[in-house]
């Protein structure tokens, strides 16, 4: 077994709590954002675009691109690469412009 | 404003960007008395080089995702001190979309921030002089399959291992051009990756011609002999002269090709090979984040990537406002400490209207020297191939964000006559979406055969409608 980024920095963050993704209940760690969240449980897109729908995640990592945008507790693209996770956020992947699925309509 | 003017106040000084180049300037300014407003977009300081795991993550021992930690613990002990002396104020978490001259009725400058993360609500900073340390950031040229999840910046994937401890995928291919590729390759091996192939498009023969150049840095040889020790220690295959021509998959990346590359840069036929991952690290350099700079009216230098242009003494051309770090102009942090320290004696100095003393700042100038020519011949070893824009298909989508094809841009300049990159954008929209061309920007320029020119954006962050209807005097 290869070793993990935590165990290389002796990371010792406390215990793990609930987010959901899509309605799916998954476990996130204290300090991690979003997108951090995301890859750890295997996640690398959660975005479809508004063109030809095609897969979207982390490009960056640093708030440039905006390819990792994702709605989080109703608010549509966040940029999952700086936020962070709380307790109990609903993720929700994106599709689009991102307010089709909250009932604003298309903007 | 004029120096004569600042000098009449008693004068504080907002540095914007908390990473090598801001924290030196910062310090050097406060630690010979002038208050500082130290803003920056991270939760801590540091800024990409030295960007730390997120606090509640713990670790005992981040230093494992770092180079010249000794370097990070002397800053960090220094900004401590200042903040405890109430000569620096560290501002976390503010994105600083704005900086306006002649502000309000002090007539010094209005520094316009959103607070993070949310990015709702806003702030404005009033100050005396201004220094621009805004940092770069990767400059990725299209290829097939570049838009696939799990193809990712060589820097975002390094951001990402600092800052959250988290890797995109378990196998990965590390690839493009430049000095980065290095520490990314070695951090994501020793964070348990497996790194099955490190692709250079640079042949070492690039790098015969500036022999003389590289031994005046032997810091510099060191350390990418240390990185690439690193490299043969997590038994990672180096491959040089070659260049990731696609990457292949649905749903996320699951291969990618590599071809060799001839002595003009264009790729060899019959060589290419498959290679499977499930995380491409890309990159081809890093540009310089020129936005606020712009704004203000800086001379930027656009000859090749953009840069804010700066005198001995780092300060643009505008009045009370100086630049250091990648925004001037790639090189690296220890060149970027070496800017900010030499800015903040010189704004220190220019503050108290005292002519400033270059004596003072002597070994950081002779740093400077030498690294800016370090970088310069790195640049030109590690220039991407130079028929890369041959290379992107029609069908590649250039512009990520409004899905842009090669096919339009090429159309565009072809048939409809376009022959700058603003009007390849007003036919197209390439670079019209929500990273306003930063990305796409080469990519676009090098199909379209048309230099990137000044972006002229007016912010340089996208701006909630209801914090600009709150702005004075609006």
């Known amino acids: 077994m290869k070793r993990t980024p935590l165990e290389l920095a002796q990371a010792q963050p406390g215990p793990a709590y609930a987010v959901t993704v899509d309605g799916r209940e998954i476990a996130a760690l204290p300090g991690q954002t979003v997108a951090a969240v995301l890859w750890t449980q295997g996640i690398t897109s959660w975005r479809a675009t508004r063109g030809s729908g095609a897969p979207r995640g982390i490009f960056c990592g640093i708030g440039v691109c905006f390819d990792c945008l994702v709605t989080v507790n109703d608010r549509p693209n966040q940029r999952a690469c700086l936020v962070p996770a709380a307790p109990g956020d609903a993720i929700r992947t994106q599709e689009g412009t991102g307010h089709d699925e909250l009932g604003h309509g298309a903007l | ?474």
Request: glycine share 12%; net charge positive.
């Open chain 2, 1 to 474: 404003m004029t120096n004569s003017a600042m000098a009449r106040s008693d004068g504080s000084l907002a540095v914007i960007g908390a990473g090598p180049a801001g924290l030196a300037a910062a310090l050097t300014a406060a630690e010979r008395g002038v208050r500082v407003v130290l803003l920056d977009a991270g939760a801590q300081a540091g800024g990409q080089f030295y960007r730390q795991p997120a606090a509640a993550l713990k670790a005992r021992r981040p230093q494992a995702l770092h180079h010249a930690w000794g370097t990070w613990k002397k800053l960090r002990d220094r900004l401590a001190a200042q903040v405890a002396a109430g000569r620096i104020n560290h501002l976390t978490e503010r994105h600083v979309w704005c900086v306006e001259p002649e502000f309000g009725d002090g007539g010094g400058f209005g520094v316009h921030a959103l607070l993070g993360p949310g990015q709702t609500e806003a702030q404005t900073v009033t100050a005396d002089a201004v220094l621009l340390a805004t940092g770069g950031y990767e400059k990725v040229l299209p290829f097939h399959g570049w838009t696939l999840p799990g193809v990712v910046t060589a820097g975002g994937a390094q951001a990402m291992l600092k800052g959250g401890l988290v890797l995109p995928g378990r196998t990965a291919v590390v690839a493009g051009t430049g000095p980065l590729l290095m520490p990314v390759a070695a951090g994501l091996a020793a964070a348990g990756a497996d790194v099955v192939a490190y692709v250079e498009s640079a042949h070492p023969a690039d790098f015969v011609r500036h022999t003389a150049t590289l031994a005046a840095n032997p810091a510099k040889v060191a350390e990418a002999a240390q990185y690439a020790a690193r490299l043969l220690r997590h038994k990672v295959p180096v491959t040089v002269g070659h260049t990731v021509v696609a990457a292949h998959g649905t749903d996320r990346v699951e291969a990618v090709t590599v071809a060799a590359l001839d002595r003009y840069g264009r790729v060899r036929p019959d060589t290419a090979r498959r290679i499977a991952c499930d995380t491409l690290a890309v990159g081809h350099g890093m540009l310089a984040h020129t936005d606020l700079a712009e704004t203000l009216g800086c001379a930027i230098d656009t000859t090749g990537d953009p840069f804010v242009v700066t005198d001995a003494e780092q300060r643009t051309d505008v009045d009370g406002v100086w630049a250091a770090g990648e925004a001037t102009g790639i090189g690296g942090a220890a060149l970027a400490l070496a800017e900010g320290e030499i800015a903040g004696h010189s704004i220190a100095a220019r503050m108290k209207g005292a002519p400033p003393r270059p004596a003072d700042w002597a070994r950081a100038a002779r740093t400077r020297t030498r690294l800016r020519k370090f970088f310069a011949a790195l640049d030109t070893a590690y220039a991407p191939p130079a028929h890369w824009a041959e290379q992107v298909g029609d069908d590649i989508v250039v512009c990520r964000c409004e899905e842009v094809t090669a096919a339009e841009v090429r159309a565009a300049v072809k048939e409809l006559g376009a022959s700058d990159l603003r009007t390849v954008k007003l036919l197209t929209r390439a670079g019209m979406g929500w990273c306003q061309g930063r990305v796409c920007a080469p990519g676009v320029a090098g199909v379209a055969g048309c230099p990137v020119g000044p972006a002229k954006r007016p912010f340089a962050r996208p701006v909630p409608l209801g914090v600009l209807a709150k702005e004075p005097g609006r």
